[in-house]
């Protein structure tokens, strides 16, 4: 056995393991009886010790001064393999122990603080996960950025000046768009009445078939927040019901489906490699991005679902298809980036990005953050947010120091803007599939163009070759004007 | 930090990763996906190779020595442990890799011996089979009998001389029994008729309830054979659904939640060690057993199941409640095992064991299995085998290794009712609440007397405690004469 084959054979059990966490993940959100709550912790917490004592196992990087690539996928699997060894080699055990002990705890005050409204509450432990965030970082940063050091963690050679230029020129347009649709004369009307459970269930089934989600592989269920979960032969997908709003459930679906169908396009012979999953959450949002909303609130297919869900619920008291369309993509004022349109989304976001990346930087304190949150809000939005648990306590992220994952939603969406536009540029009658709900011809272009490819390449490349151009704002921001002018008649 | 304390923290992490395996298996016959079988084989197999290598750790024998019991509890801690680790140290890891390389491979082979009814096809390898058992066994015995350590797997202490002398006891009055019953005047009819999946299940969650199992620690789903499976705090069990035959779903549920309630009544101080679960296979069955048999057959409790069915499925062709117990204790002929009644499922048990001790011991070959079977079969079921599907070929034990573990289910029987015996001494109006569908009573008794010592006693003192007398075959065969006389009017 070569190094090379060693460390791969390590690897894959490695990679294997990783794919039991997912499931008891997956199993905690959807099937756990609610008393095994404390034991399933103390399971977690074994298997992740475990896989914290192997990918940091010195042997790793005996193995990666000895091995020889023979092509470029050997190469690929050697870069993933060596990019995790450092970065968890880098951070001194004693600092990784206290960051999860701090952020375990974090998250319980995070929740209290949202439910109370209560900022003080939480700005001493926030005070503290940002000081080790930062600690954390500048073991990785090696001099350089410590904001850059955290965003690489989940999008491996994006950099605050990049995003940051890039959420420059797309702010202006946006926070323009913004005011012209909710400024607009003609107003869709929401969509109002009860759906039973089980009928969203139904058509939450067919809406993944319709995408091409491969259910031998697979699994829809209901869970509070929905997710997807695994890789290869295994990729779950859960979603929600309200019964007064479908597009929840339905919208759910897609999204969840987008990311499913990434990992089920994977090369099978990158399972269980570093390469046998979505390059980056960038990436991967785009996928469910670009799955949710420039096929799945497309024109021609609001219109197949409009006919689907008059023959299942009968009439939904909006006229036509056409005022269905309108619903379906209604922009709403609002302070919940969870609850944003796609015009709202990405001011969300680029909130977020500017001042957790002040926090991280140390040009921002803790406890101004609210005060700079408010300021922000006020100037994108036009309201003023009107109690904290709508302001900055509203996510979780920052709790379990999730800082440089934002902006990677946002980067999604630019992703799925290019790809978009490649893809109806390459696959001809695209309209006409959409509108018989059928969305699989999208899928096999993106799995011929990007999903397949797995971690081959690194993400901004993966998303260039597909489309065949370096990937910017403009297509999106050009899609996003087109399509709201339209609809609101701007 | 003393030696116990280092053994017992590495051992819980031990505990909770077989917990996490014990997930994947539910999920497996569960939920998981039907494409995701090859994927899984390589999670669990990573998963078993970290458990393996943790068991075998050769740090344990260093702790085991210096480690100082405070208590019986440490003392019972340590018993387990030092067992388990001299258990794996003892076979050589060349012998355990080809033992679940051939076991593996024979589970399969099995099977399609078994599906073309063809016994030769399945000689050479059961005969591989058994000589690895064999030599596994002679690392294990030190110089004793070579099928007493791999009982001593099963339930620790037990002997194939004091089980073969109870069989030879037990033998004659089952045989009588059995020719007496069937060759009875008076058959009760069977229950026959379509009952709907639906109500099936809705009933077999009452069922489930009425015995005390706790479903804020545990969930009911289906599965093709009926498990429980975990321990503790989360702690599932399945059933099947067979629309012409109710009883199926029903007594499966029961017998599964015996063996859920045991997993869920251990002292919660013991969880996620090794105390913290049933401590034999033997007395686990004796708890799914006197669910089943001696509570959820008797008079009283199938009185109020007779009332609950006819409710939920109207009329049931039967006529009264009387007519109603005789169906649900109906004693039929039969070659499968699985299938069998109260009255043959023993005789079943003791032909395996009478079996496999010989090819263990070396005094029957392989080849002459089958002859050996279908002889002992005629003389204790008074009927020929008619094919080896039905005979030899029937169970899947034997081609995985499991030699020493069927005596178990019989060995569960004897227990049970012995403590059924000391259950209905030590607990007045039991009949009373069965008559109601009440179960918990029992589950009550049990848990304070057996089920929350978990493994802290061995397999025999732990069914001695409770009984208050020395566990033998008399209380249960008292119990089947006595029940089958009266239904068979003998």
Redesign the interface.
């Known amino acids: 056995m070569s190094a090379m084959d060693d460390l791969m054979a390590y690897q ?3 990679e ?2 990783g ?2 966490a997912g ?2 993940e997956w ?1 905690q959100e959807t ?6 709550a ?3 912790g ?2 977690i ?3 992740e ?2 896989l914290h004592a192997r990918r940091t196992d010195p042997r790793i990087g005996d193995w990666l001064e000895k091995a020889e690539p023979e092509d470029e996928v050997d190469e690929a699997y050697l870069r993933h393999i060596r990019r995790s060894f450092e970065r968890q080699t880098k951070i001194p055990a004693a600092l990784a122990v206290e960051l999860a002990r701090v952020t375990s705890v974090a998250q319980g005050i995070w929740a209290e603080a949202r439910a109370a409204n209560d900022v003080e509450q939480f700005l001493p432990t926030l005070e503290k996960v940002v000081a080790l965030k930062r600690e954390q970082a500048a073991h990785l940063a090696d001099g350089g950025d410590l904001y850059d050091a955290l965003i690489d963690d989940y999008e491996e050679g994006a950099t605050a000046e990049s995003l940051g230029a890039m959420f420059d020129r797309m702010r202006p347009r946006l926070v323009a768009l913004r005011a012209a649709v909710m400024g607009a004369a003609h107003q869709p009307a929401p969509l109002r009445g009860h759906f039973p459970a089980e009928a969203q269930m139904r058509l939450a089934r067919k809406l993944a078939s319709g995408f091409g989600y ?6 829809l269920d209901l869970s509070v927040h929905p997710f997807s979960s695994g890789s ?3 990729t ?1 997908i859960t979603t929600r019901v309200v019964e007064g709003d479908p597009f929840n459930c339905f919208y759910s679906t897609i999204h969840e489906t987008g990311h499913a169908c990434y990992e089920q396009g994977v090369d099978a012979d990158y ?2 490699t570093p390469l046998g999953g979505g390059v980056s959450m960038g990436v991967h949002e785009s996928q469910s991005r670009i799955y949710e909303n420039q096929l799945g609130r497309s024109r021609p297919f609001t219109g197949w679902l409009y006919a689907q869900m008059t023959d299942t619920f009968g009439d939904l008291g909006l006229g036509d298809a056409e005022a269905f369309h309108g619903a379906v993509n209604r922009v709403h004022a609002g302070f919940i980036r969870t609850e944003a349109d796609e015009v709202h989304y990405n001011l969300h976001i680029m909130l977020r990005f500017a001042l957790e990346r002040e926090l991280i930087g140390g040009t921002l304190e803790v406890r101004d953050l609210e005060e700079a949150w408010n300021t922000r809000f006020a100037q994108d939005f036009g309201v003023a947010v009107d109690q904290p648990a709508h302001g900055m306590l509203q996510d979780v992220h920052w709790s379990v120091g999730l800082f440089g994952y934002f902006p990677t939603y946002a980067l999604g969406n630019v992703y799925a803007g290019c790809l978009n536009k490649a893809l109806r540029a390459a696959v001809p009658g695209m309209d006409e599939a959409l509108a018989r709900g059928d969305a699989t011809p999208a899928t096999e272009w993106l799995r011929e163009n990007l999903q397949r490819h797995g971690g081959l390449y690194r993400p901004r490349d993966t998303v260039r070759r597909a489309c065949g151009f370096e990937p910017d704002e403009g297509p999106l921001l050009d899609y996003l004007e087109a399509k709201f002018s339209e609809i609101y008649g701007l």
Chains 1, 2 share one sequence.
């Open positions: 894959r059990d490695t294997a393991l794919q039991v499931r008891l199993d099937m756990m009886p609610r008393g095994a404390e034991q399933r103390e399971e917490g074994a298997l010790g475990i491969d259910w031998a592989c697979g699994r290869g032969t295994d779950r399972l269980l």
